[in-house]
């Protein structure tokens, strides 16, 4: 792991935004809806701790916005996305420029985000990097993600563990090319 989010995920806290403004579950489409009529940027806590990002004081700093009733939703959800994706371009290119990586794949639900694949790709694009993300039709079921990985693995040739443990950080999953 090079980087990751030290207290949410970014997915939990677009939906746990997304209850706050009263949109219900899941939250991540309809805060990119929001945002595409939002206007203004309004300034919020931009929290990069070396190569990890922390959201939860973001998150209450959002809540009182809300609650303060003093800006759109619209401009709340784009001023979210706008912070909350550039912490994430900014780890990301750190961590390409460490690893010296020349690929980088974006999943997850939040990988349908819109701007989010926007922002990461012209990134890539800028350092003459590959980038690739999870099919539409799949991203938002880790379960059909899951799957998908293992039938690419299983095309590629690539051994796996045979049992999962919920638990595992990537560094420690062991795989290989047959040969």
Excluded at 13 to 38: C, S, Y
Excluded at 72 to 93: G, H
Excluded at 94 to 118: D, W
Excluded at 148 to 173: A, C, H, N
Aim: with cysteine; net charge neutral; hydrophobic share 40%.
């Amino acid at each position: 792991i090079f980087g990751e989010t030290l207290d949410m995920g970014v997915g939990n806290f677009l939906d746990k935004v997304a209850r706050l403004m009263g949109l219900g579950f899941p939250g991540g489409p309809k805060i990119q809806e929001l945002a595409k009529n939002g206007k203004n940027l309004i300034k919020l806590p931009y929290t990069v701790k070396g190569m990890d990002i922390q959201l939860g004081g973001l998150y209450t700093h959002v809540k009182k916005l809300i609650e303060s009733k003093k800006y759109s939703y619209e401009d709340i959800a784009y001023s979210i996305q706008e912070y909350v994706f550039s912490m994430l371009a900014e780890i990301s290119e750190r961590a390409i420029a460490h690893l010296n990586k020349k690929e980088f794949g974006l999943t997850g639900g939040v990988a349908l985000n819109e701007r989010l694949r926007e922002i990461l790709k012209s990134m890539c694009e800028e350092r003459g990097v590959k980038f690739g993300t999870v099919p539409i039709d799949l991203g938002s079921d880790n379960g059909a993600m899951i799957a998908y990985t293992g039938l690419l693995w299983f095309k590629m040739g690539i051994e796996g563990k045979d049992s999962i443990d919920p638990y595992w950080r990537p560094e420690q999953v062991e795989y290989r090319v047959k040969e």
